[in-house]
């Protein structure tokens, strides 16, 4: 029987000295078992990053054509200022609306990761419906701030001081003083059930009890801004696509599990010790 038969050895990764001892074994061991399912998640980010990748690549497609109207002496310096305006309002007005369809995505995402480096059961679609329909209407209301304020900040650009220091002033704040609290944020809301000015309120706090690092952070969340250095719209995007599928998954189990460990030092070690090192077993 058993030259037919033969029996199944057990899987040693769930033994317990096997488990992820750290923050970073779980990522890496997220990485190994949950490969699938992280490419899943990728999809989904594009799905609901499509409007903005479109508009995106609508407003670089009208810059070419105007720019190479104007290059080619077909229009006035004041008619080409005045077309570029336009295409600039247009496009920081409808990233507002598009980045509250990235922050519904985002809601349902963040709710699969965390289910992912917590080592619990993960139910894919009920559970990206389910981050959505709890988390999906305060995520809207982050990532409209969030549009609105990159909007005033472009607008100062365009219509601000002639010292370029001052000009991009308030988009530099946005970036220094709001984003980082608002990464904050995003995980608490995952976590707790705190009210939404509270969930900023700590994110500030934490945010300057770990600016080193947190900066770091930001300044990784913001990376794909170096996407613009690209010329050739095609190929920008074809990049931006696959850093949307490959990358983005991988950059947000990441940012949530350094997240998570600043939580766990500064308020689930004294409020919340039933989710402290949760998904680790410390040896």
Not at 52 to 69: C, H, N, R
Not at 178 to 194: D, E, H, K, N, V
Not at 238 to 265: C, H, K, N
Request: aromatic share 18%; with cysteine.
């Amino acid at each position: 029987m058993s030259l037919f038969f033969r029996s199944k050895k057990a899987d040693h990764d769930f033994e317990e000295d096997k488990l992820p001892s750290n923050r970073k074994e779980v990522f890496f061991d997220a990485l190994k078992i949950r490969a699938g399912t992280l490419i899943r998640l990728g999809l989904v980010l594009l799905l609901f990053a499509a409007p903005l990748i479109v508009a995106g690549f609508i407003k670089d497609s009208y810059y070419y054509i105007v720019q190479t109207s104007y290059a080619q002496g077909e229009m006035t310096e004041e008619n080409y200022s005045g077309i570029i305006f336009t295409i600039e309002l247009f496009y920081y007005v409808a990233k507002i609306i598009c980045f509250i369809v990235l922050g519904l995505g985002l809601s349902g995402v963040l709710r699969v990761i965390r289910q992912i480096i917590w080592g619990e059961p993960v139910f894919f679609w009920h559970d990206i419906f389910d981050g959505i329909k709890m988390q999906g209407a305060r995520y809207s209301i982050y990532f409209f701030f969030a549009g609105l304020l990159n909007l005033l900040g472009r607008l100062v650009i365009f219509f601000g001081f002639n010292s370029e220091f001052l000009k991009y002033l308030p988009l530099g704040l946005n970036y220094v003083l709001f984003l980082p609290p608002l990464l904050y944020a995003l995980i608490q809301s995952q976590i707790y059930r705190f009210r939404l000015l509270d969930e900023y309120k700590n994110g500030f706090i934490l945010y300057f009890k770990t600016i080193p690092q947190t900066v770091l952070v930001t300044i990784i969340v913001c990376l794909p801004l170096l996407f613009d250095l690209i010329s050739l719209l095609v190929l920008k995007y074809a990049v931006i696509a696959i850093y949307v599928v490959a990358v983005l998954p991988l950059l947000t189990m990441g940012e949530f599990l350094y997240f998570m460990s600043v939580l766990d030092r500064y308020i689930n070690k004294e409020r919340y010790p039933e989710i402290y090192d949760k998904g680790v077993r410390r040896k």
